[in-house]
């Protein structure tokens, strides 16, 4: 069935650094690529997304590329903040019936220091 | 903007209790989901629901799980006889299409 694979974290970076979180998903079909936060105590919050191959998806300086050919969906940012602390989930949505649901990665956390 | 609600934020019960978890998604979204994240681990689907019928659930969602959209607004998940291992946050999302927005959770702990 259809997955998604994280990296391990949690990823520990100093404010200001470049961050990579890695994802690579297996899916039927042309799936359609999420990424979600959730800060501390909340629910999860859409981040960025991309429906088909080579689409990059953007939001609060944070990218990630649709790569069909290696199956992947890298989350970057060029610049953390501490306000970036958080864990972030990717996720896939293929399309059964009447039915969106989200697969999700096992999610990465992240910690920006001072 | 809107978002999608759930009540109550923290719930406890015993085990063998029924509860039900209540969310108000977004009004002019017709997809409804409810997921499931056990503490430490990944976020898991159970059912979504579609033209006021389940239209996809998960094996974890069996014969104990029921939902319901009762008025049009409320969209609610019934757990009929708790667990232990039903311990975990409960997330509603709604979407109009493939952009699922998700509500704050509810936290639920069966003793």
């Known amino acids: 069935g259809d997955s998604v694979t994280q990296m391990e974290g949690p990823v520990t970076l100093s404010e200001e650094a470049f961050l990579t979180i890695n994802c690579t998903y297996t899916?039927?079909?042309?799936?359609?690529l999420f990424w979600y936060v959730q800060y501390p105590g909340e629910g999860l919050q859409l981040l960025l997304k991309?429906?088909?191959?080579?689409d990059k998806g953007s939001n609060k300086g944070f990218e990630a590329t649709y790569r069909k050919e290696t199956t992947s969906f890298h989350l970057e940012k060029g610049s953390v903040q501490v306000s970036d602390s958080a864990v972030y989930f990717c996720?896939?949505?293929?399309?059964?019936?009447?039915?969106?649901?989200?697969?999700f990665g096992s999610g990465t956390r992240l910690l920006v220091r001072p | 903007e809107p978002e999608v609600t759930q009540t109550p934020s923290h719930q406890v019960t015993q085990m063998g209790q029924e509860v039900i978890l209540r969310c108000v998604p977004i009004?002019?979204?017709?997809?409804f989901y409810w997921y499931r994240q056990i503490l430490g681990q990944k976020v898991e689907f159970l059912v979504s629901?579609?033209?006021?019928?389940?239209?996809?659930k998960s094996e974890i969602f069996d014969d104990q799980f029921s939902v319901e959209r009762p008025d049009g607004s409320n969209f609610t998940l019934k757990i009929r006889s708790t667990k232990l291992e039903d311990s975990a946050m409960y997330f509603c999302?709604?979407?109009?299409?493939?952009?699922?927005?998700f509500g704050p959770g509810t936290r639920l702990t069966v003793l």
């Open positions: 996720a896939l949505s293929g399309r059964m019936d009447s039915s969106y649901k989200l697969i």
């Open positions: 991309a429906t088909k191959a080579d």
């Open positions: 899916a039927t079909g042309y799936p359609s």
């Open positions: 629901f579609y033209n006021n019928e389940i239209s996809e």
């Open positions: 999302a709604s979407s109009y299409d493939r952009d699922q927005f």
């Open positions: 009004s002019n979204h017709l997809y």
